[in-house]
Every structure is written in C-alpha cells, then in structure tokens.
C-alpha cells in the first residue's frame, strides 16, 4: 500500500477530520470558561447559592455532556495524569497564563495530537523522518507555547507592579481602605494586572480575607516581586505602620532592582552575542557550503569518520554555548 493510495488517503483524511473536531471542541469550551469567568467577576456581589443555581455557570459542564464520548475522555485522562503528578503542573502553568481550560483538556489534547498526527503524516508523505519530526512538534510544541505565554505574562505583570504599588499608595494616601483602593486601580490598570486585582476584588466579596486572597494571586502569577509585596503588606497588618510608604518603599526597591537588571543586560550583550554566534554560525556556514560544493561537503555527511566529527563538534558547540551563558548570566 503506497502513499497514493485512495483507503490511505481517505484514511488520512478522517484523521485530520478527528483532530480538527477535537481542536473545535476545545477552543469552544475555553470560549465558554471565559465568558463564566468573566459572568463571575461582574457578578461577584451576589451570593454563593444563587451563583450555584445561575444556569449561565453551568454552561462549561453542559458542553461536555453534549458529547458523553469526549467527557468520558477527559475522565480518564485527569485521573491518569493526577497519579502521574502531571496534572498539578499542567494546571499551575494554566492558572499563570490565564488559560481558562482544565489540564485534563489540555493533556488529551495533547496526547490525540502527538499520536494521530506523525500517523497522519506518514501515511500522507512515506517520509518517517517527517513523521518524528510532527510528533516532536505535536508532543513538544503546546508545552513550550504555553511556557513562552506564561514568561510573557509574568514579565508584563512584573513590569506593572511598581506602578500598581504606587497607584495604590496615592489611593490609601486619598482616604481609601486597601479594598477600596484595589478596586479602584483593578478597573484603571490595563491587564494582566488590573485582571488579577478584578479577581482578588471578586473573592474578597465572596467573603475570603485579603491576605489569603493575595496569597493565592501571587501562587497564580508566579511572580517573587509581587510575593514579596504581598509579604510586606502582612508584616505591615501584623506590627502597624504607614502602609502607603511601605508601598512605596518596595516599589521603589523593584524599580531600582529592575534598572539593575537592565545595566547588566546591557553589559553581558556582547558575551550573549558571541554565545548565539557560536551556535548559529557554524550550522549556517556548513549549509552554504554544502550548498554552494556539495561534493566538497559529502564525506563529512556520508562517511562514519565525518558523522563522528559531525557529532564531536555538536557537543563541543552546545558545551561553549552554555559556559559562555553560564558566564553573562547574573542575577539581581
């Protein structure tokens, strides 16, 4: 049976098909969780019982059990991904980039994608070497998005916080209690910031204490700057104190510390520089050559000896790179 064949195609097809509706069903469940979380913050002045009873918080679960098939699904794939400790890791990565999809989606996911598409694509191209390269994208891929979206977040967020410390200062140094004062710049403050105060604003009407509440945020976010206002804040309820001023004490301290970074960022580019170099130059200058001479380049790619160099050399790059990274990289 070659690549060409009509039942191969057709086969093919109806995989892409399958992982197509998967993927729909997945986006049109994140689209549901947004607009619950979204109901649950404009309407966090109601009690707990008749937001239990508003049909509207029902509407993630009533999407599932339209298909009995996916749910099921999603079942044994939370279960099997809790006794491997994966899910807790998944859902703290989810919770940092304001994902509003369960682990266990994202772990089917990404499981019937890493399966399903290398079969697809081998039996669409014949190619294996295509085919481990789609399963390294499928199984490696949706982990380091959302990795890189959850670094993008924390830097923003991180970057805001000095402002948002000062803005709340001015709030408390205007009359306003710390509740007042949050809800105030949550509604001012662009996000992830102002989305993150709206949620702190909204459990504390609930009936949460602040503390535990900003606890919970900074275990969120994931970020030690906004850890460490948190902690002075609690210092400062326990012993007394100007509060306003200790808020503008740490957000002073972080914009110092941030100017700091950029001073040695800026004196470390020429050494992070020269270690990309190292790493890029020498792959591109053998393409060209291979390009350019290809009878020059063949026995270093066909030969046991030039495969042996071939793999000397890669250790002896990736060794340099990560010295040379080891050297410029500074913490402040």
Not at 33 to 41: D, F, H, S, T, W
Not at 51 to 64: E, I
Not at 145 to 157: E, Q, S, T, W
Request: a positive charge; charged letters at 25%; glycine letters at 8%.
């Amino acid at each position: 049976m070659t690549a060409t064949d009509p039942m191969v195609l057709v086969f093919a097809v109806g995989i892409a098909v399958g992982i197509g509706v998967v993927l729909v069903g997945m986006l049109e469940i994140a689209r549901h969780r947004a607009q619950q979380v979204a109901e649950l913050a404009a309407d966090s002045t109601r009690s707990k019982r008749r937001r239990n009873d508003d049909p509207r918080t029902r509407r993630l679960d009533d999407a599932l059990a339209a298909s009995p098939a996916l749910r099921r699904a999603v079942e044994v794939t939370a279960d099997l991904a809790d006794r491997r400790g994966a899910l807790g890791s998944v859902e703290r990565s989810l919770r940092a980039a304001d994902v509003p999809v369960r682990p266990a989606e994202v772990i089917l996911f990404n499981v019937a994608c890493a399966a399903l598409l290398p079969v697809a694509i081998f039996l669409v191209t014949g190619s294996t070497t295509k085919a481990a390269f789609a399963f390294l994208l499928a199984a490696f891929g949706p982990l380091l998005a959302l990795k890189f979206v959850v670094g993008r977040r924390r830097k923003k967020f991180n970057a805001q916080l000095p402002d948002a410390l000062t803005t709340l200062a001015g709030s408390l140094r205007a009359g306003r209690s710390i509740g007042q004062a949050m809800e105030v710049i949550s509604r001012e403050l662009a996000d992830p910031m102002g989305r993150e105060l709206r949620k702190v604003v909204a459990e504390v009407r609930l009936g949460r204490s602040l503390h535990e509440t900003l606890e919970d945020a900074a275990d969120r976010v994931s970020s030690e700057d906004f850890r460490w206002a948190v902690l002075a804040m609690q210092i400062q309820a326990e012993v007394g104190g100007n509060l306003a001023e200790l808020l503008d004490q740490v957000a002073s301290t972080m914009r110092e510390r941030a100017r700091m970074k950029g001073e040695v960022k800026a004196l470390t580019a020429e050494g992070r520089a020269s270690a990309l170099m190292l790493v890029i130059m020498v792959p591109a200058l053998g393409g060209a050559m291979t390009v350019m001479n290809p009878d020059y380049m063949k026995p270093l790619l066909t030969t046991s000896t030039g495969r042996i160099l071939i793999g000397i050399s890669t250790v002896m790059i990736a060794g340099g790179y990560f010295w040379m990274n080891s050297m410029v990289k500074i913490d402040v």
